[in-house]
């Protein structure tokens, strides 16, 4: 029986899970979870995760959910995944833990608190928090930095790894999100970090083809967002023109 894999290509941690299953030819079956329809909230998936978030995994009767959690359960339980992605020296691995552990309090805090709340709840219909973005956006600019001059000092890759770990694809994923931005706001706050950019073309590069067919829909919306912002913009300087 193939690996499920319960997702929904919008959310950060599922693009990631996504993308690592197939770079790495694991057989597995992506069954849709809408977020935006509140399909995490369905009696059926609150079966497989109570969390009621995505991603999430069944493999025969075993279950399981959060992102990291799930990238280390293949690393170990698949044949045939290259050791890079999740060494067996324990030093590596603990340093990829580390990161891991860095990245849930630090970089996705400062990407979703940004996202959400200047893109994502008000295109969505969803109440926003000025307060909330404005947080979000200076733990971004601190994780970047800590991104472009520590985990990043040593090597192409993180902890100094001349090859992509799990951990790369979590983060690059989680930064992807900044894509929803206007154009010029997601360069302004990313192109001071000559590194971190470099490190986002790598791993790129290193998840081809996959990460760009998995991030199809990420794009789509960053066209039709665009398009919404540019529209507003238009409209709010002819009114302060009447």
């Known amino acids: 029986m193939a690996l499920k894999v319960y997702a929904d290509r919008m959310s950060q941690p599922s693009r990631a899970v ?79 833990h580390s990161v891991l552990d860095w990245h849930h309090s630090n970089l996705r805090r400062g990407t979703v608190g940004l996202v959400f709340n200047t893109i994502l709840a008000p295109l969505n219909g969803f109440p926003s928090n000025p307060q909330a973005a404005k947080e979000g956006k200076k733990l971004l600019m601190r994780s970047l930095s800590k991104l472009e001059d520590f985990w990043l000092k040593d090597g192409r890759f ?49 998840t081809a083809p996959h990460f760009d067919e998995v991030h199809g829909i990420l794009f789509k919306a960053q066209k039709r967002f665009r398009e919404r912002m540019a529209t507003e913009s238009v409209k709010n300087e002819v009114k302060s023109k009447l």
């Not at 999430?56 to 799930?70: P, Q």
Request: with cysteine; hydrophobic share 40%.
């Open 18 to 96: 996504l993308i690592f299953c197939k770079i790495n030819g694991i057989d597995f079956e992506e069954i849709r979870v809408d977020i935006l329809k509140n399909k995490q909230y369905s009696p059926e998936y609150k079966a497989i995760n109570p969390m009621r978030r995505v991603p999430a995994i069944v493999d025969g009767r075993f279950k399981l959910f959060e992102s990291h959690a799930i990238l280390i359960y293949i690393c170990c339980a698949f044949p045939g995944v290259a050791s890079h992605w999740y060494p067996s020296d324990l030093f590596k691995r603990s340093k990829i």
């Open 158 to 206: 993180l902890v100094g790894s001349s090859q992509p770990s799990i951990a790369d694809i979590s983060l690059v994923c989680e930064i992807m999100q900044l894509e929803l931005l206007s154009e010029k706001d997601h360069d302004r706050i990313l192109s001071p970090y000559k590194k971190v950019v470099q490190w986002i073309k790598d791993t790129k590069r290193a």
